[in-house]
């Protein structure tokens, strides 16, 4: 299997809702996807390069033809978008750097450091877990933008299939969201996968009490959440933080390797939980959660023990509707009321899920999976509907 495939096969994280019947049947499946151009961040900076000038569209399926192999930070992706003319072209690069998100940085870009000795190492990890506890509970009530862009990878007639029997695609007029296929495929109905960008949509996500709570806010493009997407999570205020704290310890992570933060070196820990301990949550439209094994790493300052960014990557479910769930959340230093806290600006969920609806369809040739992306942004952080600043090198509250 290609490292394109192994990516874009992963499923369900973090509370997320697959919001479809259960109805299983045998079915002929489409061939997989064409391998993909494997790139290095420098190669797809040349490739986008010669990109500039083409229309908007080609521009867009030629990126989509592409795999990084090493991450494309927050950073690059701005630089490369704002050199890029069209929408469709820039949303075909967020997909692509969104699946890049639990890959290593480029090699030129993590410091040269010598590993921190064992005691260094388990200083790192107390200062971590002393960190978590303390941020639970000096977090003020606020509020942010919480804006998700939605991706599906599959083929326009499975979209089309769902859009007329799966109510989650529909809006609250009744009419069925438009999707724009993003390629490779050259033509927006081919029966080739490929991806597709279904939107994009805010609301406010409050954080109340030790608790996360959505609630409504106005909708982009007159569209819903549910009416745009499958797959949805939640839990990056603090829920994320929580379960590492209460299924790991010090014991069970293992110095990986250092990276570059905004204020400094970052020490990355990998770490793995079975799931008999697991508090990572995936939902299958009604039924009760299911608690899988995951693994992932921790990025920590080493002097704060500040968390500024995890991965957490959970194996296939019991029900075998999911393949593997995976969620990337990067922290920033956030101004609220006037103090600085370390929250959530930024989550990539990639889940890769065996759709029921299909299984029984006999209009066309279905794929064994689908792979929902889901990019998400968290802005206008306010208490008391005070402004908000992102900083670059505050460290922890």
């Known amino acids: 299997m290609n490292r394109s495939q192994e990516l874009l096969e992963r499923c369900t994280p973090i509370g997320a809702l697959l919001l479809f019947a259960c109805a299983f049947a045998p079915a002929v499946f489409a061939a997989p ?15 986008l390069k010669q990109l500039r000038g083409q229309a908007d569209l080609r521009a867009a399926r030629q990126i989509t033809g592409v795999q990084l192999t090493e991450r494309a930070g927050a950073a690059q992706l701005a630089r490369w978008q704002a050199d890029l003319g069209g929408e469709r072209s820039r949303e075909a690069l967020m997909a692509v750097a969104d699946v890049s998100a639990f ?4 090699a030129a870009e993590l410091p040269t450091l010598p590993p921190p000795d064992a005691d260094s190492q388990k200083q790192i990890l107390a200062r971590c877990m002393d960190y978590i506890r303390q941020r639970v509970s000096k977090l003020p009530n606020y509020l942010a933008l919480r804006t998700t862009n939605s991706f599906e990878f599959t083929t326009a007639p499975m979209l089309d299939s769902q859009q007329i029997l799966g109510e989650p695609f529909h809006t609250k007029s009744g009419q069925r969201p438009k999707y724009i296929a993003l390629g490779p495929a050259k033509a927006k109905d081919s029966t080739e996968t490929q991806y597709f960008w279904l939107g994009s949509y805010a609301e406010n996500a409050a954080y109340r009490g030790q608790t996360e709570v959505l609630d409504a806010a106005p909708e982009a493009n007159g ?37 570059q933060g905004s204020s400094g070196p970052l020490a990355v820990f990998r770490y793995s939980v079975s799931s008999e301990r697991s508090h990572f949550a995936v939902t299958y439209a009604d039924e009760q959660p299911e608690y899988p094994a995951y693994h992932g790493e921790v990025a920590i300052d080493p002097a704060s023990g500040a968390v500024w960014r995890i991965t957490i990557l959970a194996t296939t479910s019991a029900s075998d509707v999911f393949g593997e769930s ?39 040739t279905p794929v064994p999976y689908q792979i929902s992306i889901n990019d998400v942004t968290f ?14 090198g505050a460290s922890g509250p």
């Not at 996807?33 to 490739?47: F, G, I």
């Open 223 to 259: 569209q819903s959440r549910a009416s745009l997407h499958a797959l949805t999570t939640f839990g990056e205020f603090g829920s994320v933080l929580r379960a590492i704290l209460e299924d790991t310890s010090g014991d069970e992570m293992a110095w990986d390797h250092w990276e």
């Open 379 to 392: 802005t206008k952080y306010h208490l008391f509907r005070s402004e908000s600043h992102i900083l670059s």
């Open 33 to 47: 996807p064409p391998p993909l151009l494997s790139l290095t961040v420098d190669q797809m900076d040349q490739l």
């Open 326 to 364: 995976e969620i990337a959340v990067e922290f920033s230093s956030v101004k609220i009321g006037g103090a600085s806290y370390i929250c959530p600006v930024h989550s990539v969920a990639i889940g890769r899920y065996f759709n029921p609806v299909e299984y029984g369809n006999t209009a066309h």
């Open 103 to 106: 890959l290593r940085p480029p």
